[in-house]
């Protein structure tokens, strides 16, 4: 993956070999600028390769137009940003519904698993809120049942706890922990923090856009 | 969902739905109550002078207008089919000629206009003009003047006048007539060489019997235009000349034109102004969003439902302004109809002095309010073609690295 900027390239990754098997939860790990944000973009689709492919499930994502690409991360991947990017206008229950509703899911479908997410991420009683009314912890835990609701085939992390403090970090980590066991929800995602990488189950680490180690714990 | 969004953007951030809505009211408020009075002060002024006096259309023998002689008069019975045009209101025919009125020791040139004293339409005219004495009445041979000929030959009622002219195919034309009353035709011109009688008398005097010099055309409608077609049609164009007030008075139809011009001129700075404003806030906008749609894109939401959210944003406020506006115009307009702005001082003379009324009504024409409110839609819908070029090309990378 080369990124041009002006008359500068630069090479944000490199030779990347990666296969994310169903149910693992991956952390990437690297330091500032090592390629981990434009890792997850090219498996989310967000950003494309100058060279390589992207294979999902059966789908070369790196083959489709761009509707059919947003179909598909409608589909199949849920996103969870380090700024929470919830829909300022929309509660906390309309937020996690909305993907739902852009899947043209009934009705009833759609609220009771709204309700099962937010009550999965204890946020039961906060369901009627806007993100301006919660706090950056309680705002990840929505976009954690937002990235949920379309029951996508994995979920994509790019640094999920960097705005929180360690405490509500260490209670999204467990909610997302939960739900990889129980749920088998596959999940990848990039952090800094220690204790973060500490509860990944395979770790990948990067360095200069190459991938230096892959170990599972 | 979609339009849930776009209701819920709306009052996301108040103060400036509220602005942006209120430049449109403004501009239609402004744009429509401009063009209401522009447009009746104009319909009044024509129904005035045109209306009244000269007659949206006008027949005369072929070449009269050109050459005011009494040889070019036609016969009345010539024009009696155009009675069953159901496009016409009425025909009132005139006669008009020159003379020399003498009264003791002066002598002036002035013109002779000979009305059918019976038609209501004339009666209406001639009436609100009269100033002194009576109306002209059937079977008499009195002459009403113009205010300023009263003055120049010194004349009180009940004097009579000599003329003296040319008649029909170069006989001599006399006679005597006593003045019945003063009028005041509004222009000083017209004033000054003014003489009024009978339809009768004219044609006694000009020797030309059951014969006319004009025919004024009332037409059914405001439509004068179906009229004249419709007449023309009807009359042999190498005996008659068909005429529209366009044709006999090409200073005023330029006067309209020209004012027009200046309104549209204003106009077209107020929708710069309007246009400008809402760029301004459609850019902020798009700006503020900017993240927001790189988000949706990226979550998996498609540009064409964005785009749609959008649209319904902007048509909910334009549609609102525009309603609003015309809520808070119309009663406006409609109460200034009804009871119209009167021009005082030296306003009043002088538009007076052109043979106005000095009263401005505004027109209640809905085409007005209609072309202004579809401008006004139409400037906003084309500001937020930004918008969605912006949404075209997001890429939801760039948008949320900002
Ligand atoms: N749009 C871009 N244009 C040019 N260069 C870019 C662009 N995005 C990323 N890069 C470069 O690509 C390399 C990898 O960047 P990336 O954002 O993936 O790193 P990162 O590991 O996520 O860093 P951080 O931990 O700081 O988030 C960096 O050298 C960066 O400067
Ligand atoms: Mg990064």
Known sequence: MTYQSGDIKVQALQNIDLTINPGEFTAIVGPSGSGKTTLLNIIGGLDSPTKGSVKINDTYITQLHEDELIDFRLHNIGFIFQSYNLIPVLTAKENVEFLMLLQNREEEFRSERTLKLLKAVGLEDQIYKRPNEMSGGQQQRVAVARALASKPSFILADEPTANLDSKSSENLLNIMQKLNKNEKTTFIFSTHDQRVINKANRIVTIEDGKIISDTSQ | ?402
């Open chain 2, 1 to 402: 969902m979609e339009f849930k969004l776009a209701w819920r953007n709306i009052f996301r951030n108040k103060r400036r739905s509220i602005i942006t809505i209120s430049s449109i009211i403004f501009a239609v408020i402004f744009s429509v109550t401009m063009r209401s009075l522009q447009n009746g002060a104009y319909d009044n002024m024509l129904k005035n002078i045109v209306g009244n006096y000269l007659g949206y259309i006008q027949i005369h023998y072929k070449g009269f207008w050109k050459e005011k002689t009494i040889d070019n008069s036609y016969y009345i019975k010539d024009l009696d089919s155009l009675n069953n045009d159901p496009t016409l209101a009425y025909i009132n025919h005139r006669v008009e000629g020159f003379a020399l009125a003498s009264h003791e020791k002066e002598s002036k040139p002035v013109v002779i206009l000979g009305i059918n004293q019976t038609a209501k339409s004339e009666q209406a005219q001639i009436k609100n003009s009269l100033i002194d004495g009576s109306f002209l009445y059937n079977e008499s041979n009195g002459i009403l003047i113009g205010k300023g000929l009263q003055k120049i030959m010194n004349i009180t009622i009940g004097d009579s006048l000599i003329f003296l002219s040319q008649g029909f195919q170069g006989s001599i034309a006399s006679g005597i007539y006593p003045v019945v009353g003063i009028v005041d035709l509004k222009t000083p011109d017209l004033n000054k060489r003014s003489v009024i009688m009978s339809l009768n008398n004219a044609q006694d005097f000009f020797g030309i019997y059951h014969m006319a010099s004009s025919a004024i055309i009332g037409p059914k409608n405001e439509k004068w235009e179906k009229t004249e077609k419709s007449i023309s049609n009807q009359l042999d164009s190498s005996k008659f000349e068909v005429m529209n007030w366009q044709q006999m008075l090409p200073e005023l139809k330029q006067l309209i034109d020209v004012d027009r011009a200046g309104g549209t001129f204003v106009l077209i700075i107020l929708y710069s102004i309007l246009t400008f404003s809402l760029f301004g806030t459609v850019l902020m906008l798009a700006e503020e969003r900017n993240f927001e749609f790189g988000v949706l894109v990226a979550i998996g939401m498609r540009k064409s439902i964005i785009t749609r959210i959008s649209l319904y944003e902007t048509l909910i406020m334009s549609v609102a302004g525009v309603i609003l506006g015309l809520i808070c115009v119309i009663p406006v307009v409609t109460y200034f109809h009804f009871f119209p702005i009167n021009l005082s001082g030296q306003m009043q003379e002088v538009v007076e002095q052109f043979g106005f009324e000095a009263i401005i009504p505004t027109s209640l024409d809905p085409w007005i309010s209609l072309t202004q409110a579809i401008i006004v839609f139409t400037i906003t819908l084309v500001v937020n073609l930004y918008t969605l070029i912006k949404i075209k090309n997001i890429q939801p990378t760039k948008a949320m690295r900002a």
